[in-house]
Structures are given as C-alpha cells and as structure tokens.
C-alpha cells in the first residue's frame, strides 16, 4: 500500500520560502518541475527513493528527504543566516581629546 502522507523528521526549507513536510509535498514540487530539471540524475534519483518512502516508510523516509534536499540544493549547503545584511565592524582608533 503506498502511503504518500508520511512526514520527514525535519522539515525541508525551500528556496522560495516555503517548506515542504511529507513525501507527497515533495513528490508534488518534483512532478511540478520542468523536464529538463527533472530528468537529470538528482532528481531521478529523489523520485526513485521518494517511490520507496512511500511503499515502505520507515528508514527510506529518511533516505527521501536527504536526497530531495541533494536535489534541490546540491552538494552545497544553504548559507547559516543571511550573509548579505551582515555589517562588518570596522575598528577605529579612539580619538584623544587632544587630536580633536
């Protein structure tokens, strides 16, 4: 029996803001990609374990999720927070009140 409702562990933030939570979401964003997205080797290999999550559950649930994150993010993780609105600290000598 195939059971496209079970839910990852954690998860999966998306890079359009939103997040997907079972196997059903996931296979519906892969199903919903264009052809030439989703017939290369990351995404054929998500649809392949994502298939297996849903008739076996268990460990391929877990085994799903890490291979649609593969497929939507790469090899490379996201970035930790938002490196683009980090201000660096510039350090300045203090001013002696006689420089002034």
């Not at 079970?6 to 892969?30: K, L, N, V």
């Not at 264009?34 to 297996?52: D, F, S």
């Not at 291979?67 to 660096?88: H, L, M, Q, W």
Request: with cysteine.
């Amino acid at each position: 029996m195939v059971n496209w409702s079970h839910r990852f562990q954690d998860p999966i933030p998306m890079p359009d803001g939103g997040t997907i939570r079972t196997i059903g979401e996931a296979a519906e964003y892969a199903t919903s990609l264009p052809a030439k997205v989703g017939k290369t080797e990351p995404w054929q290999c998500a649809a392949k374990v994502l298939q297996e999550a849903a008739e076996h559950g268990g460990p391929f649930v877990f085994m799903a999720r890490i291979n649609f994150y593969r497929a939507v993010y790469g090899d490379t993780p996201p970035p930790i927070g938002n490196p683009k609105s980090k201000k660096s600290h510039t350090w300045r000598k203090r001013r002696l009140a006689r420089d002034r």
